[in-house]
């Protein structure tokens, strides 16, 4: 009798594990089974809304779920990253954002939440910051800008306090150049760029998509890139690396998140689809075209490269002493 019931035991427990399998596979097949809203950190127009909107169009057409598009700016993507932080993890509330994220896990301290109440999805695309100047500077390269800065010190414009190019450039100019750099900040790019084609500051340091019509109308130069390898789309701007300064990368990616709890079987349906639209030909040359490098990774790989990203902000922010309530 005793053996028959510890089989029975057995037999029960097994049933019990496959309608628990069955029902985690049923429920990633059935997903989604209503609209998804992408949460954007940033207001309509910016790199993370272009590709925001590039990935739910196309998700919408692969799951046959219509993705809607939320703009909810502030606080350097923090207002977004905090409502969906607290959403329900089921898979219909995603944060799009950029690297301000991980800027901001070190550099905001009353935040409201951590990048722990956030799971990485997919991060599509990565784009440099760049050094540009007005046509006059005499500073044909980075080299002989930083040169040049060592006897003087000199203005550069940003798309304001705390941006990730804001905290690259300080770390850069401070830690690495050895340069007096006045930093002057606006209250995004497109006003950083005009003043630095009107010459009102000495360079300008922003992630690239915003600074490509210019360098490639001439209204601009481009001094160096903060990335291991040349961009495509300013083909003819060196690396830092190039220039005499390896090893010091800054730039903006773009990447998808979830809420902590959300299950495997959904945020790897996700980024499985993601990363299918993404290996589109029409979606790497939109995106080559205005400067930014296509990605693709596992959720796996997703969540290691993030957590290796804020720590590497991390390191960056605390040498240059910037924080923010």
């Known amino acids: 009798?005793?053996?028959?019931?510890?089989?029975?035991?057995?037999?029960?427990?097994?049933?019990?594990?496959?309608?628990?399998?069955?029902?985690?596979?049923?429920?990633?097949?059935?997903?989604?089974?209503?609209?998804?809203?992408?949460?954007?950190?940033?207001?309509?127009?910016?790199?993370?809304?272009?590709?925001?909107?590039?990935?739910?169009?196309?998700?919408?057409?692969?799951?046959?779920?219509t993705v809607v598009v939320e703009?909810?700016?502030?606080?350097?993507?923090?207002?977004?990253?905090?409502?969906?932080?607290?959403?329900?993890?089921?898979g219909y509330t995603v944060l799009a954002t950029t690297t301000g994220l991980a800027v901001n896990e070190t550099a905001s301290k009353n935040k409201g939440f951590s990048v722990d109440d956030l799971r990485a999805i997919a991060i599509v695309a990565f784009s440099p910051d760049v050094v540009a100047v007005h046509p006059s500077n005499p500073a044909k390269d980075l080299q002989e800008f930083v040169k040049n800065g060592r006897t003087k010190s000199f203005t550069y414009g940003s798309a304001g306090v705390g941006t990730g190019p804001h905290i690259g450039a300080e770390y850069f100019f401070r830690e690495v150049a050895k340069v007096q750099a006045v930093h002057v900040p606006f209250t995004g790019g497109a006003p950083a760029v005009q003043s630095a084609i009107g010459n009102h500051v000495d360079a300008l340091v922003l992630t690239l998509p915003t600074v490509v019509p210019p360098l490639t109308q001439g209204l601009l130069r481009g001094l160096g890139l903060a990335s291991p390898t040349r961009n495509s789309a300013v083909p003819d701007v060196p690396t830092y690396g190039e220039m005499g300064f390896p090893n010091v990368y800054s730039g903006s990616w773009v990447g998808f998140f979830a809420p902590a709890r959300t299950s495997d079987a959904v945020v790897q349906k996700?980024?499985?689809?993601?990363?299918?639209?993404?290996?589109?030909?029409?979606?790497?040359?939109?995106?080559?075209?205005?400067?930014?490098?296509?990605?693709?990774?596992?959720?796996?790989?997703?969540?290691?490269?993030?957590?290796?990203?804020?720590?590497?902000?991390?390191?960056?922010?605390?040498a240059v002493g910037y924080s923010s309530e």
């Not at 350097?76 to 089921?90: I, M, P, R, T």
């Open 1 to 65: 009798m005793m053996r028959e019931e510890k089989l029975r035991a057995v037999s029960v427990l097994l049933a019990v594990c496959f309608v628990g399998c069955n029902a985690r596979t049923v429920w990633a097949q059935a997903y989604p089974s209503q609209n998804i809203t992408f949460v954007v950190g940033f207001a309509a127009g910016g790199i993370a809304d272009v590709i925001a909107r590039l990935v739910g169009h196309g998700l919408s057409q692969r799951l046959g779920q």
């Open 270 to 318: 996700l980024n499985s689809e993601i990363n299918r639209i993404m290996q589109e030909p029409q979606a790497q040359e939109k995106l080559k075209t205005i400067g930014f490098d296509v990605m693709i990774k596992s959720e796996p790989q997703a969540g290691e490269y993030f957590r290796s990203e804020v720590a590497r902000w991390g390191t960056m922010t605390r």
């Open 71 to 90: 703009n909810r700016g502030g606080a350097g993507g923090n207002l977004a990253a905090k409502a969906v932080s607290a959403a329900a993890a089921d």
